[in-house]
């Protein structure tokens, strides 16, 4: 069963522009990770979120984790064309590593 | 030095055959999985291995059989395919300690059944 949704699905924006996509889930979590996925590629792990923990920061990477309407947000700031692929949440329920992923939204960065 | 690698990255064929796709991770990793991409970019887990033994095995057809002949190799055996089987499969692998729950995936193989 498909457990994470993303919203939107897609999101076409400016080089230099803020990107913020939201990720909602149904049942409860150890963590919840965001991937991403370019063109033609494997999926590729940006950053994860545990369930105790309410924001992360990596980088341009900025992660919140809202356990009481379970929802997380992955904002990049400052986008840039390269970052331009697939963003995909995935939520770890716990129980050998495995993950559910949403459907992703397709971020699409222009010069 | 890839990390994760898989053959073929492309592999067409007929309904009806049996065909392989294999995986190797070279990072010491003790789990591995298959994942199912459909044409909307949906992403399944299918199975999961930790040293040989299976640990994860979705709602997945019995045509699919996973074998891990050691903790670094995971293949995936196809029987009878069928169009729907048509689909990007992604290998991925996960250690342990520190980071564990990080899955570092391969460049998948893109399936299509005529």
């Known amino acids: 069963s498909q457990q994470g949704e993303e919203d939107p699905q897609a999101l076409s924006i400016q080089e230099g522009e803020n990107a913020t996509m939201n990720c909602s889930y149904k049942?409860?979590?150890?963590?919840l990770q965001w991937y991403r996925q370019n063109s033609g590629r494997g999926l590729v792990h940006l950053i994860l979120?545990?369930?105790?923990?309410r924001e992360k920061h990596s980088g341009r990477l900025r992660v919140t984790l809202d356990t009481s309407k379970k929802s997380s947000s992955l904002l990049i700031t400052a986008s840039r064309a390269a970052d331009t692929a697939s963003y995909f949440c995935?939520?770890?329920?716990?129980?050998?590593?495995?993950?559910?992923f949403g459907a992703g939204t397709r971020l699409a960065v222009h010069p | 030095d890839t990390a994760v690698s898989q053959t073929p990255k492309y592999l067409v064929t007929q309904m009806g055959n049996d065909k392989s796709i294999k995986c190797e991770q070279n990072?010491?990793?003790?789990?591995m999985y298959w994942y199912k991409q459909d044409s909307k970019k949906f992403l399944k887990i299918m199975f999961s291995?930790?040293?040989?033994?299976?640990?994860i095995n979705e709602t997945v057809p019995n045509r699919f059989s996973p074998k891990s002949p050691d903790k670094a190799h995971l293949n995936l055996h196809i029987n009878s395919l069928e169009l729907g089987d048509s689909a990007v499969y992604f290998c991925?692998?996960?250690?342990?300690?520190?980071?564990?729950?990080?899955?570092?995936f391969g460049p998948g193989t893109r399936l299509l059944v005529l």
């Open positions: 291995y930790n040293n040989k033994e299976l640990i």
């Open positions: 995935a939520t770890d329920t716990g129980g050998y590593n495995k993950l559910i």
């Open positions: 990072l010491g990793h003790d789990t």
């Open positions: 991925a692998s996960s250690g342990r300690g520190d980071g564990q729950e990080t899955q570092y």
């Open positions: 979120i545990r369930s105790n923990e």
């Open positions: 049942t409860s979590i150890n963590n």
